[in-house]
């Protein structure tokens, strides 16, 4: 009878059992993954794959009559309707390289865009004076927003500045919440009519602080939206899609990324080019950051009458680790 090696008060008699078991172990490891190597494998449980799925969770949205019919006839539709040209005009390696070069000595300079359909962004402050990685941050979605203007807010109340934005034809609101010289909120109202939603922002990176980050170029991005699979998480995405153009540029090559996961959004900025038929090299432009959404209001920014869609409760809302809302 085989007795335990610990058991066993003889050094080399231990050694040589405790390599006999092991490799006899080895041996039925190797045997179990051959019967096992043409079965399927199983997929790993994560917390993505084994969430809550709640009573607003949509599976499949092109055949929701119900839903569809409520994404025609939101706030928010009006904002994607806007009417666009389709042609478009390649540009070469070479043209491409020397746009780049040029629209890099005019990084300073904000963008401005000659087609009226495309969305008006008016970026502010909630303080006077704020620190300088909160002015560069502003600057820095100006120049990621087309058509976006930095409005240095003096001693206007944000009341005050929404119906004067309407009057300017501007279709959104970015307002960027600040706390010990650090920005740490993002407040997006739509206009006319809104929603309004208010963001916790973190891991902040500006594109100077990213490793062999790029240079911006005034190219329409691409839009990509990932995971938003409830009726708030569509909404929430819907309402980012509104503040770009709806006909990128392709030949820019540079796309901007949503993507949802455990009810984090994470915010990345990308230039890819086709190495070949196969590969895509990728080139972060920054500034990368997430956002965590806080509330979801009706209508333009109200902080005394507003009527709240969905606030976060976090006692209630984080008991369960698979629950999630977006």
């Known amino acids: 009878m085989a007795k335990n090696p610990s058991e066993i008060k003889n050094k080399e008699v231990r050694t040589k059992m405790y390599l006999a078991l092991k490799k006899e172990k080895l041996k039925a490891k190797k045997k179990l993954k051959l019967e096992n190597k043409d079965k399927p494998k199983q997929a790993p449980k994560t917390i993505e794959n084994c969430r809550v799925k709640d009573e607003t969770f949509i599976s499949d949205i092109q055949n929701d009559q119900e839903i569809l019919f409520d994404l025609n006839t939101d706030e928010i539709s009006k904002h994607l309707k806007r009417e666009f040209d389709h042609e478009e005009k390649c540009m070469s390696q070479d043209e491409f390289e020397k746009s780049i070069q040029e629209e890099h000595d005019e990084l300073e300079e904000e963008s401005i865009s000659n087609n009226s359909n495309d969305p008006k962004i008016l970026i502010t402050t ?88 790029g240079g911006f170029t005034k190219h329409k991005p691409e839009i990509i939206m990932n995971n938003f699979n409830t009726r708030l998480g569509i909404q929430i995405g819907r309402s980012f899609t509104t503040l770009f153009p709806i006909d990128p540029q392709y030949e820019g090559r540079h796309c901007i990324t949503f993507h949802n996961q455990r009810d984090f959004i994470f915010f990345r ?18 500034p990368k950051f997430t956002l965590k959404l806080r509330s979801l209001q009706k209508g333009t920014f109200n902080s005394k009458f507003g009527e709240y869609e969905w606030v976060q409760k976090r006692h209630e809302m984080e008991s369960n680790r698979r629950q999630f809302s977006i």
């Open 269 to 286: 900025h990308h230039r890819y080019i086709f190495r070949n038929a196969k590969k895509v090299g990728l080139q972060e432009l920054g």
């Open 126 to 213: 909630n303080d006077i004076k704020i620190g300088y990685r909160t002015y560069k941050f502003c600057r820095e979605l100006s120049r990621i927003l087309p058509n976006a203007d930095y409005f240095y807010k003096k001693k206007v109340r944000l009341s005050k500045i929404i119906p004067e934005a309407i009057k300017r034809r501007y279709s959104a609101i970015i307002v960027v919440n600040e706390n010990r010289k650090q920005p740490d909120g993002l407040m997006i109202s739509l206009l006319p009519e809104g929603p309004t939603m208010n963001f916790k922002l973190s891991s902040l990176k500006l594109s100077d602080e990213i490793k062999g980050g």
